[in-house]
């Protein structure tokens, strides 16, 4: 009895502790994300400020040009981040010419969100579902993280609907082509989110996804090149 009563203490301090370690975590991550959502929204209303602009007849500098350009890759590289409106308002404004710079800008996005997710280390990015008591993930992430790709694809596949398991285990670059350009992405985190989960997958090769993206975001592009006209700007 004497041993308990000396030990019920030591552990409601240790459990207090990992109580205040899991405040500390959440707490910056919910700083970090403030930061970014507010980064974002100066962003967007800076980019939509300017491309109205423009669309008002001001002359356009190279230098703005390069900056919205700039602009338009970071947003699209953020998940649920709606930047894709701001790469089709300056296609309907300037036209045929400005875009191979669209395109090239929306594979730099794109690629830039997919290297993020890559390079997140799995111990990170379980502690961070853990601390979201998103335990079901946070397992699975375990579970595949000592895995190489064909095993962490059989692992996946396993966890995967039917009908969805032979397209991804199979198809997974061309699954990932179609996600890009799927009507209403934005709920699964637009491009950017799409790609960032794609990277923390490991099941992607670079180059292949570079190739991949590359083809998948160019339709659009390719057919205003071709008319090599601005476009009229509805709603505005």
């Given at each position: 009895?004497?041993?308990?009563?000396?030990?019920?203490?030591?552990?409601?301090?240790?459990?207090t502790?990992?109580?205040?370690?899991?405040?500390?975590?959440?707490?910056?991550?919910?700083?970090?994300?403030?930061?970014?959502?507010?980064?974002?929204?100066?962003?967007?209303?800076?980019?939509?400020?300017e491309?109205?602009?423009?669309?008002d007849?001001?002359?356009?500098?190279?230098?703005?040009?390069?900056?919205?350009?700039?602009a338009?890759?970071?947003?699209?590289?953020?998940?649920?981040?709606?930047?894709?409106?701001?790469?089709?308002?300056?296609?309907?404004?300037?036209?045929?010419?400005?875009?191979?710079?669209?395109?090239?800008?929306?594979?730099?996005?794109?690629?830039?969100?997919?290297?993020?997710?890559?390079?997140?280390?799995?111990?990170?990015?379980?502690?961070?579902?853990a601390?979201?008591?998103?335990?079901?993930?946070?397992?699975?992430?375990?579970?595949?993280?000592?895995?190489?790709?064909?095993?962490?694809?059989?692992?996946?596949?396993?966890?995967?609907?039917?009908?969805?398991?032979?397209?991804?285990?199979?198809?997974?670059?061309?699954?990932?082509?179609?996600?890009?350009?799927?009507?209403?992405?934005?709920?699964?985190?637009g491009?950017?989110?799409?790609?960032?989960?794609?990277?923390?997958?490991?099941?992607?090769?670079?180059?292949?996804?570079?190739?991949?993206?590359?083809?998948?975001?160019?339709?659009?592009?390719?057919?205003?090149?071709?008319?090599g006209?601005?476009?009229?700007?509805?709603?505005?």
């Amino acid at each position: 009895m004497r041993d308990e009563r000396k030990t019920a203490p030591d552990r409601r301090d240790a459990r207090t502790g990992r109580l205040r370690a899991w405040i500390g975590r959440i707490g910056l991550r919910l700083v970090v994300l403030l930061c970014l959502v507010w980064a974002a929204h100066g962003l967007i209303g800076w980019t939509m400020a300017e491309s109205r602009a423009l669309k008002d007849g001001a002359s356009p500098a190279l230098w703005l040009l390069v900056l919205l350009l700039v602009a338009y890759a970071l947003l699209i590289a953020l998940p649920f981040v709606p930047g894709v409106e701001l790469g089709l308002t300056l296609l309907m404004i300037e036209g045929g010419w400005i875009a191979p710079f669209i395109w090239g800008a929306t594979l730099a996005g794109l690629m830039l969100s997919f290297l993020a997710g890559l390079t997140l280390p799995y111990p990170a990015l379980q502690r961070t579902l853990a601390d979201l008591r998103l335990r079901r993930a946070a397992e699975l992430v375990a579970q595949i993280e000592p895995l190489d790709r064909e095993a962490r694809l059989d692992h996946l596949r396993s966890h995967l609907p039917r009908w969805l398991a032979p397209l991804a285990r199979n198809y997974r670059y061309l699954l990932l082509a179609l996600l890009i350009n799927l009507p209403g992405n934005s709920l699964l985190g637009g491009g950017g989110g799409i790609l960032m989960l794609a990277g923390c997958s490991r099941l992607f090769a670079v180059p292949v996804t570079l190739l991949t993206v590359a083809l998948a975001v160019a339709p659009v592009p390719i057919l205003v090149f071709a008319l090599g006209e601005g476009l009229p700007l509805p709603g505005f």
